[in-house]
DNA sequence: ATAATTGTTTAACATTTGGTTAACCTTATA
DNA sequence: TATAAGGTTAACCAAATGTTAAACAATTAT
């Protein structure tokens, strides 16, 4: 876990300093927030590739901070484990729904915590790395483009698309996936998203899109 | 979770039937095993995607089974969730050990249980590797199918249809249940499917797809 | 602030493809 | 051997996608 980024939430300063001396002391790099409002800004500038979430705080609530994080297309691989004191069916469904990975009941058992993260990772860990063994690559931080050599700046909507596709080479993204993580709720025509394929066909030649009628997109190198 | 097959496994023949029951009503295939051995040699013939597995067995217990199966590299990426009745953390930390993808603490709840298997299962994608005996895969995220080791991208309602048709191989498929399930509500004359059938015989060999006279379709290696 | 530039979306049209049908052929079995 | 079920083929049509240019928006430079 050496390295990764977490995100620690919870009203009770204690128990966000507990946990975050032990995951430190794994060697994670750890942001703490005490409200729902921080968290949300905290994960969108940091992107933490775990989150651990309290979900009954004042005002915003764990929940409600889970599904705004979903929507975020940067952090739909981050892993998000609630921890709450209600042990309740409904409570915990509802946290499942909200789009979480787990549902922890306190009080936490930190050994039992870090093997739950630890087998997440490991379970589907490297698919954050957005790179690719084809000839192109992106990086979010620079917000380039790097093609056989050449680093290229492209426009953002051009990047966000291909950075979806990229997230998860090969695999088909859906028109409908492809809009509500590259324009939200923005309401567009369709005919946009082809237009935007174009200019990246244009860019980096036409085999890097691929279509697949009646279904979307996928990157294919 | 349609199509997917699972073991469940406990000395306890009451638990298995609930569990049985409650994830037969998902659409998944169902195995049992009461005892430790049986559930090795199940696992290892049926290869299913998932396993609930009860720590606490005579003779065999969970953890050596989980130990065992994960030896076999057919296994590796079938979920294995521990249910058990001892909440202790060196009972669950001994199962994570073992290679456990979660541990669960009895009394089940059936709702929680399965919100917890499809994160898991969406996190890492084994839900979408319809693997089978015969030469022939597919794999929904990409949308291609395998076939001696060439990648096909079909249309899609042949690729529905041979989806279907995989879920369950050997099993016949009626006309009508090919038609609710691949065309829905949409009304079509009675040679459609066998077009669809012909083209997907045309593309696989035909001897992919076998007929049954008066019923319908079933894939066959 | 204004112009120039660059990025985004739309609209109109072209093209492609997949799905369906219809007509006819073949085969199993009652 | 009659008959119903399924197989085959090619043609048609509709839907999905591709393409382009131009309008509109947002940024950046002057």
Request: aromatic share 6%; proline share 3%.
């Amino acid at each position: 876990m050496q390295g990764l980024k977490l995100l620690i939430v919870d009203d009770e300063p204690d128990i966000v300093d507990m946990l975050a001396y032990n995951f430190e002391q794994e060697g994670m790099t750890v942001s703490k927030a005490y409200n729902g409002t921080d968290a949300i800004r905290i994960a969108e500038s940091e992107v933490p590739q775990v989150i651990l979430l309290d979900v009954m705080m004042p005002d915003v609530d764990g929940i409600e901070v889970c599904e705004t994080l979903r929507q975020n297309s940067e952090l739909k691989n981050t892993l998000i484990i609630f921890l709450s004191a209600r042990g309740e069916d409904y409570s915990q469904v509802a946290g499942y729904k909200a789009g979480a990975d787990d549902y922890v009941v306190k009080p936490v058992r930190v050994k039992i915590l870090k093997h739950k993260i630890e087998v997440l990772l490991n379970r589907f860990g490297a698919k954050n790395e957005s790179v690719d063994e084809s000839n192109i690559t992106i990086n979010k931080q620079r917000y380039t483009v790097s093609h056989l050599g050449e680093e290229h700046i492209i426009p953002k909507k051009e990047f966000e698309l291909l950075a979806l596709l990229l997230s998860s080479p090969e695999r088909v993204y859906r028109r409908d996936e492809i809009l509500r993580d590259v324009w939200g709720d923005a309401v567009i025509g369709d005919r946009t998203i082809d237009v935007h394929v174009r200019k990246l066909r244009e860019r980096f030649g036409d085999n890097v899109i691929q279509t697949v009628k009646g279904v979307g997109y996928k990157f294919a190198g």
